[in-house]
């Protein structure tokens, strides 16, 4: 393991403004708008000159915090400073109401904190791009500083409020700068420089950056309605005046689980149900100044101390305590921990979300801890506390993810660009093709990637259609946290993505276990599909369904845990035969670079934990009771030579009790869109013109009382 060393202690300080600023440890700032002639020393020396005498806009997004906060570093550069949060609708509705309890909660205590040495922060409700605009003219502004993103939205965001920035014109003739920041864990010059193996990086042994305090932020020294923050209710109230209606109403359908959509849908239906269900919205009791701040009482918030305070209780947590705010936290542990070491992104992640802390002083924590433990020193053979190893390889991984996410916005090596969503708290990867026609989502199967749909994005998209191919969470290059994954997860995984960024109701397209996915999804949201296409997919038909089991809770046993490390290694050393396999009839479609990339992933941190889910899979809910409400719109594409299952027997099955649908047998394999492209784009194209034509004609019947909703 790198050494990790910081000179600091906590609690948080500011150092003083005549304080030594150079930094021993790299913030990595990029810079932009600014003049080409920025690298001459001369023209570095004046830009210097109007830092001292400037103003700087700090706008804070994902980064609430004072402590290890690169931003702040460069805003000490500057005679003024400006701390500005924006309330952006666009920012504001990818949070669930309990994040943005979360929100409110840690604006208070940054505000509080920032006046306490002098300064404030600015609190304004709008677009972000037409706040700073305003804002500038306002101040006179020569730099803003925010935190640099991988998300595709968030990048929108700041690329539109570069160019307004840039727009103003400033009193004072020079440079005006948009700075960039990120708070980096690995100590890499170049992105190129990265790894692109997870394995690769641990044999490196890159040294990590230390986490540091920051200077003073220098006070505003001009007059300011600083303004007020929100109550909970008021800002719900402006996030629902600044979204339409249809979009609000799609917004609610996030608000339900699908456990619970599905037992209502069986009520109705009047099947019995097997397994228990039990509802998961009861408080917890919580203790007078609890760092538990929202209304569910099951994540850490407020500010940095409190969540620091609440880091170090969950890492003592084997020593027991007789504080009572440690012992509410040691208590949520226990109910927490759905599986070893789950319990420290359940309680903390939306904290380390929203930036409340940064995730290398995290890991600062956690080894300071491990060598006091230790008399100074770490071993080679693991941590002596399962808390300091789940919260170093929760940031750790969290890291990793991020890092991989920025250098895919940076170089593009793929074969389509990759865009990154972020879904509770994880980043995920997508690609769009094509700029018209009926929108189209295709779902890989288990242990592939969007880029398994690589040579049916150009071919479809051709044919007139807007596709998306998203990475699901646990694979590929998308985050694989420590979590307990199910297809109903995955499912409402999609239903989200569908809301937040396709934004329409869509086709969905998924093999293999991601068309069993796609059918739960159809299933438990169908407003939000216009139809269903099922390539070789997992899951039953059961003829004459009388019950229906509901999900039980899912664990780890020790089965589980030897059964993922074994299958691990067989897929490792076998990775290439498997894949093969599923190409029968054209075996050199299983290329090097496909069978490479599934090897790559394979090293990635939290792939043992998506391994386990294979023996907890449940798919006892029968395809033909997920179906049974799209008549005329279920498209079975079937490679007969599948050697996973039997493919004359399923086809058999679907035909006989799900009433209404389409089938086309092809001469292929398991996975008969990359094995077959050509046809089964051609197959696609036609169903997706078979089906809007139906669609058309429904609309334009006197009858029907209205179009196909659109965000």
């Known amino acids: 393991m790198a050494f990790f060393v910081s000179p600091h202690s906590l609690p948080i300080r500011f150092l003083s403004r005549d304080s030594d600023l150079s930094l021993r440890n790299p913030c990595r700032f990029r810079y932009s708008a600014s003049s080409s002639a920025a690298g001459t020393a001369a023209a570095t020396a004046a830009t210097e000159r109007d830092k001292r005498n400037g103003v700087a806009i700090l706008w804070y997004k994902h980064d609430l915090r004072v402590d290890d906060h690169p931003g702040i570093v460069a805003a000490a550069r500057y005679q003024s400073v400006v701390p500005l949060y924006v309330f952006d609708h666009r920012l504001l509705s990818r949070f669930s109401d309990e994040m943005l309890e979360l929100l409110l909660h840690a604006l208070s205590d940054l505000k509080y904190t920032l006046r306490e040495h002098g300064s404030d922060l600015l609190i304004r409700y709008g677009c972000a791009e037409e706040v700073i605009q305003e804002l500038d003219k306002e101040v006179n502004a020569t730099s803003l500083l925010t935190e640099e993103e991988v998300e595709y939205d968030m990048m929108k965001i700041i690329n539109a409020v570069k160019e307004t920035f840039a727009k103003v014109t400033c009193h004072l003739d020079r440079n005006r700068d948009v700075e960039l920041w990120r708070t980096p864990f690995y100590d890499l010059e170049n992105l190129e420089d990265l790894p692109l193996s997870h394995e690769d990086l641990k044999k490196r042994e890159i040294p990590l950056v230390s986490p540091f305090l920051c200077p ?29 209606k249809l979009k609000r109403s799609w917004t609610s359908l996030k608000e339900t689980s699908a456990e619970t959509i599905l037992q209502k849908t069986i009520c109705r239906s009047e099947i019995s149900i097997k ?27 407020g500010g940095t101390l409190a969540v620091l305070n609440a880091l170090a209780a969950y890492l003592r947590y084997l020593e027991g305590t007789a504080r009572g705010d440690w012992q509410e936290v040691h208590d949520r542990i226990r109910e927490a921990e759905s599986r070893e070491g789950a ?36 071993s080679p053979f693991g941590y002596s506390a399962p808390t300091v190893a789940a919260a170093v390889s929760t940031v750790c991984s969290m890291e990793w993810y991020w890092v991989m996410a920025l250098r895919s916005q940076k170089i593009n090596e793929g074969m389509h660009s990759v865009r990154i969503w972020r879904w509770k708290g994880h980043l995920i990867q997508y690609t769009v093709v094509g700029d018209k026609g009926p929108a189209i989502l295709l779902v890989h199967g288990f242990g592939a990637f969007l880029e398994h749909f690589r040579d049916n994005l150009g071919g479809i998209s051709d044919g007139g259609n807007r596709l998306w191919a998203i990475t699901l969470l646990g694979f590929g290059r998308s985050e694989k946290p420590n979590i307990v994954y199910t297809e109903l997860m995955w499912a409402e995984m999609l239903r989200d993505f569908v809301i937040e960024v396709v934004g329409e109701p869509t086709h969905l397209v998924g093999n293999s276990i991601g068309g069993y996915v796609a059918a739960i999804f159809a299933g438990l949201w169908p407003t939000l599909v216009k139809s269903v296409v099922l390539m070789n997919s997992a899951g039953d038909v059961v003829p004459g369904y009388s019950s229906i ?89 079937q490679g007969m030579k599948d050697p996973i299952s039997n493919s004359k027997s399923k086809l058999a099955m679907l035909k006989e009790h ?54």
């Open 275 to 301: 397994g228990d269900w039990q509802s998961n919205h009861a408080y917890m009791k919580r203790m007078e100044n609890s760092v538990f701040v929202t209304k569910s009482g099951k994540i850490v918030g």
């Open 658 to 711: 799900c009433m209404g649908i389409s089938t086309r047998e092809i001469d292929a394999g398991h996975c008969p869109h990359d094995e077959v492209p050509e046809l089964v784009n051609s197959i696609l194209c036609e169903w997706m013109v078979e089906v809007e034509d139906k669609l058309h004609h429904i609309k334009s019947c006197p009858s029907f009382g209205g179009g196909t909703p659109k965000l």
């Open 343 to 378: 319990s420290f992104y359940a309680l903390f992640g939306p904290a380390l979300s929203l930036g409340i802390l940064s995730r290398r002083r995290v890991y600062y924590e956690a080894i300071k801890y491990e060598k006091e433990r230790n008399a100074g020193f770490l």
């Open 216 to 244: 003073a932020v220098p006070a505003a020294q001009m007059n300011l309605d600083w303004g007020d923050l929100p109550t909970y209710d008021y800002l719900k109230e402006f996030m629902n005046g600044n979204t339409c």
């Open 549 to 637: 089991p509901l999900p039980k809770e899912r664990q780890t046993s020790g089965a589980t845990w030897l059964g993922a490390r074994l299958l691990l290694f067989y897929l490792r050393s076998s990775i290439g035969q498997i894949v093969r396999n599923c190409y029968p009839v054209k075996t050199e479609r299983a290329d090097e670079w496909l069978i490479n990339e599934m090897l790559r992933s394979s090293y990635d941190p939290g792939v043992l934990v998506v391994l386990e889910s294979i023996f907890n899979f449940n798919l006892s809910i029968p395809l033909n009771f997920l179906l049974r409400g799209f008549n005329g719109k279920v498209l079975v594409v």
